[in-house]
C-alpha cells in the first residue's frame, strides 16, 4: 500500500493551497530528490513566466536602513544584514524550541519519522502537513523581506538561494537541526570572507568550493548523528 493512501483528510479546507494540493501532496511518500526535482522544476517555470511578463530589469525597493551603518572598530556593518541575522537567528531558535517542546512539533517529527505510524497514534497527518508546508512558506516571506533592502530584485534571483540551501541542507543533513544551522553558518561565513578577501565575483565560489572539499573528506556532513 502507498504510505500516502492511509493519509487522513485534513480537516479544513486545504483545497485553497493549490501548489501544495496538486503538486506536492501527490508526492508525500517519494524520494526527497524527486520533490527537489518538483518544485525545482516549478520555480523555473514561474521564473521564466515572471520575465515574460514584467522583463529581466532588476528593480530595488527603497528603505529607511538601506545605507546605514554600524562601525565597531575596523569592523563595519550593514544594518539591513545584521537585522536580517538577529531575525533569521531567532526564528531558527524558535523554531527548534516548537519542534522539541510542544505537541504540534512532536507532530511534525512524527509525520516525518513515519506517517503511517504517527496516524495510528491520532495524529491528523493530512493537517500536520498542510500547516508545515504554511510554515516553510511564511519563513520564505520574511527571509525574502529580510533581503530586500539594498537588493536589486529580479526574478531569476531566488535559483542562488535555491540552491545555497540545498547545499546548507547536504552540509548539515535533512534530519539535523543542528547540523543545519551549522551548515548554514560554515556557507555562509565563507561567502562573506570570500567576497571580501577575494572578489565580489570570484569570492562567491567560495562555499562551492568548501561544500565540494567537505563531502569528499567527509561525505557524512558536519555532524556525526541526526537528531
Known sequence: MNETESHPTPRFKSDRLLVYRFLLRPMVGYQFLMVVQLTLGLSLVLQNGILMVFGGQPARTPSVVESKLIILGDVVLRLPHLIAFIVA???AIGLFVMLRSTDFGRSIRAVHQNARAAALMGVDVGRVQVLTFAIGIGILAVAAALLLPGTPIQPTQGLQYTVITLLVVVLGGMTNFVGIMLGGLVIGIS???GTIYVS???GRLVPYV????????RPQGLTWRAS
Open 89 to 91: 537567528f531567532a526564528m
Open 200 to 202: 565580489d565575483t570570484l
Open 191 to 193: 561567502e562573506a570572507f
Open 210 to 217: 568548501i561544500f565540494v572539499l567537505i563531502m569528499l573528506f
